[in-house]
């Protein structure tokens, strides 16, 4: 099913759905809310200066658009008419260079700004030099609708990401980030461990990593 351009189902059972692009502004939406308090982007969009919110929402609009342009896998969870949930999994063979995404890089400068923007790109080459060989899939953006959080609508999705996962036999595993640590326990539940960390200012990014070789987890419906 394609979240948004397709009738929603009117249920209060949560319906895993991939997404398209216009589920876009939901996603962008739910995702903000998810990361502006988050401790690496705080640091690397820096809070401190005016205009930090407008900079984490310009950074997760620009990530959001260049991976549907890049036809990437994007999952949500729809609960009655709303979205409450949603990940982009980038797959194994894509290891991007932000600094080559010429037209990306061009808007994000022009939105979260030169400084915020060069922050980021060495940010993500250094998670970069830790992910594993063979390639693995990454989820480098997760969240979940405030509104709907501690019902189990995270779990479910990275379950759903992990089976997504199962099913490219090109990929080891899955990788992901978070400068929360509070947030370790709940992934270490599910079977990630640290491959590595990234030193931003007084604390770490921590990169996880979990084998995938499960294939048995129900994949999104189709419509």
């Not at 658009?65 to 036809?71: C, I, Q, R």
């Not at 992934?187 to 990593?209: A, M, N, P, Q």
Request: neutral net charge.
């Amino acid at each position: 099913m394609n979240a948004v351009t397709e009738t929603r189902r009117e249920s209060a059972e949560p319906t895993i759905v991939r997404l398209d692009v216009s589920a876009r502004n939901e996603a962008i939406s739910i995702l903000v809310h998810a990361y502006r308090d988050e401790p690496t982007f705080r640091y690397l969009f820096n809070h401190r200066k005016p205009g930090y919110q407008q900079r984490v929402r310009a950074t997760v609009r620009e990530l959001i658009d260049l991976y549907f342009e890049l036809n990437q896998e994007a999952i949500g969870i729809l609960v009655n008419d709303t979205l409450v949930a949603v990940a982009f999994i980038g797959e194994p063979e894509l290891r991007l260079n932000l600094g080559d995404q010429i037209s990306w890089r061009i808007r994000m400068i022009l939105t979260a700004g030169f400084a915020s923007t060069r922050r980021y790109i060495d940010y993500h080459e250094r998670i970069k030099a830790l992910l594993p060989q063979p390639q693995a899939h990454q989820l480098p953006l997760m969240g979940v609708n405030p509104a709907y959080q501690n019902k189990g609508y995270g779990r479910q999705l990275l379950k759903t990401v992990e089976a997504l996962c199962a099913e490219n036999p090109r990929g080891s595993g899955l990788v992901l980030d978070t400068g929360s640590s509070q947030y370790l326990p709940f992934y270490e539940s599910e079977g990630f461990r640290s491959i590595g960390t990234v030193r931003l200012g007084d604390f770490e990014d921590h990169i996880l990593f979990r084998e995938v070789r499960s294939t048995e987890a129900a994949a999104p419906q189709q419509s």
